[in-house]
């Protein structure tokens, strides 16, 4: 087992660890049904209770049936008051979407899927790692107050009969300082859809499926955030985390899929829930994008009004109402582009004499 686990697999100048068979099948197990079980049980036990009555009674008469009466007391207290109570353990309910890991005497011994009532082997213990002893750092996850881990409560509330929930759950870490492609600090969250599809590698592959999770899902938003600006600044549309919020989100995941898949799990969505600039450069990057506005708006209403200027020239060209030299044209274009590229409204002067 330790040589198959310690083997190494090179692909691509990456290690590659490969697992033992323990954690790459799961086991499912075809349990008995625990009803059929939790009826004959307690009929053995009531029987075994009434044996042990009759023993007793013959025991008591000191009749030359005593050797009997002791076998039957003997017989009546181990099953009535040993044997049934241990086999009561081995009654389990499980719920839609829930498993339990069983291992028995260090080894495992299957998974428990299937919704109902049923009956294993009484001496099998279930086993959660994500709720036995929690971290510190898992303890941080859930207190935060800017952190809702639903997956960790989620997992908190299975920890009385320690089983593994299978339904899609959300994981909302803190919400970390990056920096992007340009080397600017952002302050980027993200939240994670997963589920756990193999119980065996997220029980015996890793210490802690969730914080494992939780702790891969930071260094891959790490590794795709430097691969893109915060937003795109030439005009070619370059891409960015903030215009291709689609892609950026596909590869995370996909980034992400790849890190835990170790751990049995799969990312259903992982998507970008806050993305703003550090406080450090917030008011700088803002008096950016402001300049950049302005000048696009200064930009437009000089080509608006160089065409409107055009179009009046034609127009009293056309119609001869006026004859003008290249002096007052050049005059009246200066005049108008004032007058339509004006921060404020133009106060006319009126000429009550000649044109000249």
């Not at 190494?8 to 660890?17: A, D, W």
């Not at 992400?256 to 990312?267: F, N, P, R, W, Y």
């Not at 108008?336 to 004006?342: S, T």
């Amino acid at each position: 087992m330790s040589e198959q686990f310690n083997k190494v697999n090179k692909t691509n100048g990456i290690n590659q660890v490969k697992l033992g068979p323990s954690c790459e099948e799961e086991i499912l197990l075809k349990a008995k049904n625990g009803m059929t079980m939790l009826l004959l049980n307690t009929l053995f036990v009531l029987a075994g209770i009434a044996v042990f009555v009759l023993g007793t009674i013959a025991v008591s008469t000191e009749r030359p049936s005593i050797p009997l009466g002791v076998v039957m007391i003997i017989a009546g207290t181990l099953y009535s008051f040993i044997i049934g109570p241990i086999l009561y353990i081995g009654l389990k309910v499980i719920k839609p979407n829930e498993a339990l890991v069983l291992t028995l005497f260090g080894k495992y011994y299957g998974t428990l899927k299937s919704d109902g009532f049923f009956f294993v082997n009484p001496f099998v213990s279930a086993i959660n790692p994500a709720i036995v002893a929690p971290s510190e750092s898992q303890v941080s996850i859930v207190k935060s107050p800017d952190t809702v881990n639903t997956a960790m409560k989620s997992s908190t509330a299975l920890g009385a009969g320690k089983k593994i929930s299978l339904k899609a759950m959300t994981l909302s870490n803190d919400k970390q300082k990056i920096n992007d492609q340009m080397g600017n600090p952002i302050i980027i969250g993200i939240v994670v859809i997963w589920r756990v599809v193999n119980t065996a590698k997220a029980v015996f592959c890793v210490d802690n499926y969730i914080e494992f999770l939780s702790i891969q899902c930071d260094s891959a938003l790490r590794n795709i955030v430097r691969l893109y600006p915060y937003d795109s600044t030439g005009p070619d549309n370059e891409k960015s985390l903030r215009g291709s919020s689609q892609e950026v989100a596909s590869k995370l995941k996909d980034e992400i899929q790849s890190k835990v898949d170790i751990a049995g799990l799969e990312i259903i969505e992982a998507r970008i829930t806050h993305l703003s600039y550090a406080q450090e450069i917030a008011a700088s990057m803002l008096q950016r994008q402001q300049a950049s506005a302005i000048i696009d708006a200064r930009q437009m209403i000089v080509d608006g009004a160089v065409s409107i200027v055009e179009m009046a020239l034609n127009k009293l060209n056309e119609n001869d109402v006026v004859h003008l030299d290249e002096e007052r044209k050049a005059a009246m274009v200066s005049n108008l582009l004032v007058v339509l590229c004006g921060n404020k409204d133009a106060q006319p002067i009126v000429n009550s004499g000649s044109l000249y």
